[in-house]
């Protein structure tokens, strides 16, 4: 069982930037691929971007490739989404997920309750 709490959404202009932390609770955070994605109003839900269990690898949906940016510390158990030159289209609820990896919701196990980011023009 890993629980996963986000952060650090909130209210910013277009172009700002906003950094997201997700902290995981449990022993095993080492064990997972971790994921971000989010859903806007009307709107599927989306992946964003994924990092392997290690932190050696990343991708990237190709709407934010270069724009943002995932990292991970597994000593203390979090992961970040580091997100540059925001754009209206970004606005969403932005959800932490860990699991097998991968770009469909399907491939991950536990989500967080989700942090709102809002991009203002």
């Known amino acids: 069982q890993v629980q996963l709490v986000e952060s650090g959404g909130g209210l910013v202009q277009a172009g700002g930037s906003l950094r997201l932390s997700c902290a995981a609770a449990g022993r095993t955070f080492g064990l997972y691929a971790m994921g971000w994605f989010r859903q806007a109003p009307g709107k599927e839900r989306e992946f964003v971007a994924g990092i392997s269990r290690s932190g050696s690898r990343t991708y990237y949906a190709d709407s934010i490739q270069g724009r943002f940016t995932i990292s991970r510390d597994n000593f203390r158990n979090t992961v970040y989404l580091q997100m540059n030159s925001l754009k209206r289209e970004d606005t969403a609820v932005y959800y932490c997920?860990?699991?097998?990896?991968?770009?469909?919701?399907?491939?991950?196990?536990?989500w967080g309750q989700g942090t709102q980011v809002t991009v203002s023009s």
């Open positions: 997920t860990a699991g097998r990896g991968g770009t469909s919701g399907t491939e991950y196990d536990y």
